[in-house]
Each structure stands twice: as structure tokens, then as C-alpha cells.
């Protein structure tokens, strides 16, 4: 493949504008012209030769052509896809940070807070952006820690009153 050949598809041309169809018109009536109906009909059978292997190199470089852009659309999407990747790995990476520093943070305070920003939520979160799969396990964790943490955050009632 030369170097002018590269990325040149062939556009959809009419029948006559093709410029090989006009060439072998032009070379046709000249012929046509000057020899007689043998005579160019014999010419016209030593040219069909040479006509099938232009064709044969021309499909082939199509076929190249088509085998280049289809391996550059293959590395597009693989460059796309570690982008997706790796954005998925910033943005967990940074969840986690920032759920674990918000659960130090209120941990003096709030200790059940802490326990939700810290346990099996933080591993969910994390597993949901960075593996990109969610069990069904992972959620019924955190819906049993987020239960336990909101039952432990309630006051306890008012004592019972007095019997007399």
C-alpha cells in the first residue's frame, strides 16, 4: 500500500464519472477508430488480463484499507475502555478516602455513624466502582448494618413507670 493510498476509501461514483469506466471508453472508441471488429475484439480479450489483476490489486487494498480501520476502531475502544477503567478506580479510590475520613470523623460523636460510613457500605461502594459488580450479598450487608447501626442510635424509651 502506498502512501497516497492510505485512508483513500472509494467514494460511491455514478457509472459516468468512474474514471476507469471513462478511461477504458476513451481507449475503447479510439481503438474502435482505427481497428476493425476482429481485430479489436482480439485486442479487447489481451487487455481482460490485465484489467483482472488491476482488479485483484484493488479489492486487496480495500480489504487492507478495511483490516487498518477496523484494528484502529478495535485500539479506540481499548483506549476508551481503560479510560472507564481507570476513572472507575479514581472515583473508588476517592469514595473510600472520603467515607473513611468522614467516619474518623464523626466517630467521637456518633459511633453508629461511623459504623455505616466504615463497614459494609464502604466495601459495596468500593466493590461497585472499582470491580463494577454488585451481590446481592453486598446489599443485604449494608441494609443489615444500616438496622443494627439505626436500632443502636435510638435513645433507649422512658424507664417504666412506677407500680404502686
Known sequence: MTT?????????????SDPVVSAGMSIAAQWGAVLDPQQLDVALKALEP???????????????Q??????EARA???VAAHKRYMAGLVAGTLVA?????????????????SVLLCGPSLLALVKIFVLRRSDPADMEAVSVATRRGMNAAQPPGPPPPPVV
Do not use: C, N
Open 76 to 78: 479506540q475502544r481499548e
Open 97 to 113: 478516602i472520603g467515607m473513611l475520613g468522614a467516619g474518623v470523623y464523626v466517630a467521637k460523636d456518633s459511633w453508629w455513624l
Open 66 to 71: 478495511q483490516a487498518a480501520a477496523e484494528t
Open 50 to 64: 490485465q484489467l483482472r489483476r488491476e482488479h485483484k490489486e484493488r479489492m486487496f487494498r480495500l480489504e487492507m
Open 4 to 16: 497516497e493510498d492510505r485512508g483513500a476509501l472509494p467514494t460511491p461514483q455514478t457509472p459516468g
